[in-house]
């Protein structure tokens, strides 16, 4: 295994970049595509990003795009690269959703969010990894290959769209689905350097697409840029997501660690960090303690009910090719899940989802971290943050499910680095205020200018390629 980790770090041109080039005749869709699956095959054998290469429909897709512009009838990502987490059906392709139980599942047909996406004219180099339904905020399964983090190849990217946010960390991509249930495109984002964002619950249909965590799941956009991801939401979306040129001064809630959560002190640091430059930027900025307790109460008893429903017939029929979660998963559904409680929960969810909407009462956005603690050794969650002792479950994450269960919208933006490894703030919107949170986002991360740094990284990495 290389030792000069760095080397795997790398940014795409951005998707507005190449628009504008294929616009002006200076790049053809077709040439993009090439280097896109060269990119792959030069990293994939050691990052194992992608659970499946789609070459012959990418130069397939591509050749129409490039057709498309030649007749100046190019649609909104003509012959953009993009990758798609394997839990969304692509006619055609095999969809794992990352279970060896579904290592055959051919898909006749494109679940929602990719029929938006092929409309638009996207690209689909390929099929990315994710943990085992898309159940673990990790991406480990029981499929040969172990996702690794372009920043440390012994560090996990997170999960599940930990495959998502390498193919864009590594510069395959500019630009990749994911899905969100619980954190599932913050926390690999946060943990490989990348944006992502998501949206309002409800915000992005994905019909007659793959069921699990129904009540709090989204699509959503992994990309270097904002301005990208806002790109692809709009398609998603079929909504009209563009920059405001005239934005207003906001008030914003700080809390670097709500609940009393440990915190590593350099996400600490990095979180204040973020709060100065939004100072800077004329927002008013007030520290808050943040208290999101009670979202696992309905969190766990209902995406437990949903894997009963969905697949606990796996339990009798195939479960010695489940993973070590998934089997957790079904057994405790099996076992200590009641009728009650989830009537309950759903009794609860209405109940939480006002009690964070009234946080919003008095500020526009909420500043937090995006994760506890920086990627860490593959298979070993940690135990201690800051010299207390977490949960092994949530206790690097604590902070991205309770806006699943709230259905606000949610950005992970990267701000700095930690012993080599990227952090991320957080930022939450209201409800239905993703446009607002998206230019905040913008704004933020042209203040931090860490995209600087991976252009550094892209440099001293040809430099050493000679």
């Known amino acids: 295994m290389p030792d000069r980790n760095d080397v795997f ?4 041109p951005s998707a507005h970049s190449l628009l504008a080039a294929f616009r002006r005749r200076e790049l053809s869709p077709v040439e993009v595509a090439r280097k896109s699956l060269k990119r792959v095959r030069d990293c994939d054998d050691t990052l194992n990003a992608m659970v499946l290469v789609l070459d012959d429909l990418a130069l397939t897709q591509a050749g129409r795009a ?31 959703r990352g279970s060896r139980i579904h290592s055959r599942h051919l898909a006749f047909e494109d679940s929602g969010a990719v ?16 943990a085992e339904f898309g159940q673990s905020a990790t991406c480990e399964n029981r499929l040969p290959q172990v996702t690794r983090n ?22 395959y991509v500019p630009l990749a689905l994911g899905a969100d249930g619980g954190g599932s495109i913050r926390i690999p984002a946060a943990m490989t350097g990348i944006f992502g964002f998501k949206p309002s619950y409800g915000l992005c249909a994905d019909e007659g697409g793959f069921r699990a965590m129904s009540e709090f799941a989204c699509a959503g956009p992994m990309s270097h840029e904002v301005a990208d991801a806002r790109l692809f939401l709009s398609v998603l979306a079929d909504e009209d997501l563009r920059r405001r040129s005239v934005r207003e001064a906001l008030r914003i809630g700080l809390c670097v660690s709500p609940d009393d959560h440990p915190v590593d002190p350099g996400i600490r640091a990095a979180v204040v960090k973020a709060a100065a430059a939004l100072r800077d930027l004329g927002h008013e900025v007030e520290e808050i303690d943040l208290d999101l307790r009670g979202w696992d109460e309905v969190f766990n008893a209902l995406v437990l009910a949903e894997e009963w429903r969905e697949r606990g017939f796996m339990l009798d029929y195939c479960g010695d090719d489940l993973s070590d979660y998934a089997l957790a998963s079904l057994r405790a559904a099996a076992t200590s899940l009641s009728v009650e409680q989830v009537a ?30 920086p990627a860490f050794t593959i298979g070993e969650r940690p135990r201690e943050i800051d010299g207390r002792k977490v949960s092994r479950l949530w206790g690097a994450f604590p902070f991205t499910s309770p806006f699943n269960v709230g259905g606000n919208p949610a950005a992970a933006i990267p701000c700095d680095t930690i012993g080599g490894l990227p952090v991320s703030v957080q930022l939450v919107g209201r409800t239905g205020q993703d446009g607002q949170l998206l230019d905040l986002a913008e704004d933020l991360e042209e203040a931090l ?10 440099v001293g990495r040809r430099a050493g390629n000679g």
């Open 9 to 12: 770090v790398d940014a795409a």
């Open 449 to 458: 200018t860490f995209g600087e740094r991976i252009a550094a990284l892209q």
């Open 150 to 171: 372009p920043w440390n190849l012994h560090a996990t990217p997170g999960g599940s769209s930990g495959g998502a946010a390498v193919s864009v960390a590594a510069g």
């Open 66 to 96: 490039e057709d498309a512009w030649r007749a100046g009838d190019a649609a909104p990502l003509a012959g953009v690269p993009i990758t798609i987490k394997d839990t969304f059906d692509i006619a055609g392709s095999v969809t794992t």
């Open 344 to 373: 309950a929960a759903r009794s609860r969810h209405a109940g939480y989802r006002a009690r964070i909407a009234g946080l919003f009462d008095g500020f526009d956005v909420l500043l937090t971290p995006a994760t506890a603690s």
């Open 115 to 130: 029929r938006r996406l092929r409309a638009a004219g996207a690209v689909f180099v390929g099929k990315t990894n994710t």
